[in-house]
């Protein structure tokens, strides 16, 4: 069962990040070696129109999880599996549209 508190709004993106090691040489030849086996997913969130109730659940999910700092499970709502993943940043994106309704925006990205 997943971690995360809220089901995000569609579409949700989905990303495959490479991480690929080039080594250069004196000799102009390159060494290029991938960092892992399989890419690293980043997933970019929206919630829309949420409430104050839901605002405040993923507000203190963030603050439990000191940002970045913790990783938590998600489920991908593309492929319905659950991936480990932390916040990009120390950074949750809130906007109050109107009287106690938002918009939170947020990317996840997976770890090994």
Excluded: H, W
Excluded at 29 to 34: G, H, K, L
């Amino acid at each position: 069962m997943p971690d995360f508190p809220l089901k995000p709004d569609f579409p949700v993106e989905e990303s495959f990040n490479q991480k690929t090691l080039i080594s250069g040489y004196e000799n102009g030849v390159e060494q290029r070696r991938s960092r892992f086996g399989t890419p690293l997913r980043e997933f970019n969130l929206c919630f829309k129109n949420r409430g104050i109730s839901e605002f405040c659940c993923l507000r203190d999910f963030f603050n439990s999880k000191q940002g970045a700092l913790c990783s938590f499970t998600f489920q991908n709502p593309n492929d319905n599996c659950c991936y480990n993943v932390r916040f990009k940043e120390d950074k949750l994106s809130i906007q109050l549209i109107s009287y106690r309704i938002y918009n939170i925006e947020t990317t996840l990205v997976e770890v090994k």
